[in-house]
């Protein structure tokens, strides 16, 4: 099992710029999440998923949009990038969020830096 | 709402013990710990789901006061390998809400 996946690892991007970051899992995880990283601020909730279909917002939304048509893929797409979105970015899953004694799967992580 | 973490930083020798905070202002339906070394993704540590339930991973555990919306992660005997940054997370709902983490650094 190759767990969560993401990628590219590093990306530059210029202002106004779109992209989109990509998670993948193979763990047949029902919730998926992407949070961003930023130093003295821990791990931030953008957007979650909690199944194929549905997704909603997290703590700090504004300026990324999320999909999630398989169970396996939930995208990241940063709509018209600006330097406050220079972070790392993790995707994680669970099993369940509701079901009791599941923890979260973290991708290794984006770093991004937007100039 | 994220959690409070505290200390922020805690500095060991190899052998000692160290305690970590996590307090919420909403009632909790679990609480997570997480492990994360410079440069890599946090790592899973343990979980717990209902109030003085305390679990254990190595020589590292934990203890989950439900009435004060509490938790604390013990290192015992705390090794280098103990080094990182330790979150934790509290649940609300679907959205799990970390902390902002307490930098431990192990020194022999």
């Known amino acids: 099992n190759a767990g969560v996946t993401q990628t590219p690892k590093f990306q530059v991007l210029k202002t106004g710029q779109s992209m989109t970051l990509q998670c993948a899992q193979d763990m047949n995880h029902e919730y998926m999440s992407w949070y961003r990283q930023d130093p003295g601020m821990g791990l931030r909730l953008i957007h979650y998923?909690?199944?194929?279909?549905?997704?909603d917002q997290g703590e700090v939304p504004n300026g990324y949009n999320v999909s999630r048509s398989t169970t396996e893929d939930f995208p990241l797409r940063l709509l018209s990038a600006a330097p406050s979105q220079t972070s790392v970015y993790f995707c994680?899953?669970?099993?369940?969020?509701?079901?009791?004694?599941?923890?979260?799967?973290f991708g290794s992580g984006t770093r991004l830096t937007v100039v | 709402q994220q959690p409070v973490q505290s200390p922020q930083a805690v500095i060991l020798r190899e052998g000692e013990d160290a305690v970590i905070n996590c307090s919420s202002s909403k009632a909790l339906y679990s609480v997570h710990w997480y492990r994360q070394k410079h440069g890599e993704a946090p790592v899973f540590l343990m979980i717990?789901?209902?109030?003085?339930e305390q679990k254990g991973h190595e020589k590292i555990s934990a203890s989950f006061n439900e009435k004060k919306q509490q938790s604390s992660l013990y290192l015992t005997a705390s090794q280098l390998s103990y080094s990182g940054t330790y979150f934790c997370g509290t649940r609300v709902d679907y959205k799990l809400s970390f902390g902002a983490g307490t930098t431990v650094t192990v020194r022999a």
């Open positions: 998923s909690v199944g194929a279909g549905i997704t």
């Open positions: 994680a899953s669970s099993y369940s969020i509701l079901e009791p004694g599941y923890g979260y799967t």
């Open positions: 717990l789901l209902k109030g003085g």
